[in-house]
């Protein structure tokens, strides 16, 4: 993953990310989303003297230079900014949204000197949640009544802070990960074993992955096995302990 300025190349794949209808669902892109909505926006957020008021760049996922997402960052003027994203329907699944924010969130820091970024998402976009705890922000389990505004509508939201201390901590617990050198768990089998952490049903953890019971029976099944555990329970304090999974 890698991050870079938009260029007006990017149009023609930012029209096609955001006529994605989940990028609709949980965003504030316009619909119908054409191609001139995506000139538009890269003419305005593209490199100029005015960047800085407002940090935008094209997500890649490398060694493709293909624009996949984009990240903005909307400084306050008093030391924090919130930030806002988007990954395009080809290159979910992979854990760019959180590196993307990562490497964002430290730029601001240092670059801007900023002492916190904020994010919110409507409540329901449990992948962007998902997200934002993955790349450290503290995300009460809270729901702000009308916290945001969509298309006219106001929606219930989720608020998360980020500072400079929980990204190096977020930090840290990545090296922890990095560092476990047992059983390898294929990146379906992490994604069973956060749900079972959340204390998912197999049914439950089914419909949030798009993919049959049974399916999900054999994921549990192998996660058991690859760490030697006699139960769900166990396989999640195992995980925990490894590094692999956290609490939500």
Known sequence: MALRPLTSADAHDITAGCQDP??????????????????EWVAQHAPTEEWWSNPTW?????????????????????????VGYLIAPWARGHGHAARA?????????TALGLQVVTWH????????????????????????RSYGAQRGERRDAWIGTLTPDDLAFGGRAHEARAA???????????????QL?????????????GISENTVKNHVRSILQKLQSK?????????????LVTLP
């Open 180 to 194: 476990y050198v047992g059983p390898r768990l294929t990146r379906r089998e992490l994604m069973v074993l956060s």
């Open 22 to 39: 989940e990028t609709a669902r949980w965003t504030t892109v316009p619909v119908p989303y054409d191609r001139a909505h995506a000139e």
């Open 58 to 82: 094209a997500v890649t996922v490398v060694p493709s230079d293909r624009w996949s997402g984009s990240l903005d960052l909307r400084p306050d003027g008093e030391a924090g900014a919130e």
């Open 121 to 144: 998402a409507y409540a329901g976009n449990d992948a962007s949640l998902r997200t934002a705890r993955r790349a450290g922000f503290r995300v009460p389990d809270h729901v702000f």
């Open 101 to 109: 924010l990562r490497l964002a969130c430290s730029w601001a820091f």
């Open 197 to 209: 952490a959340r204390g998912q049903s197999n049914r439950a953890i089914a419909a949030e992955l």
């Open 231 to 243: 139960s769900r329970a166990e396989a999640v304090v195992l995980g925990l302990r490894h590094g």
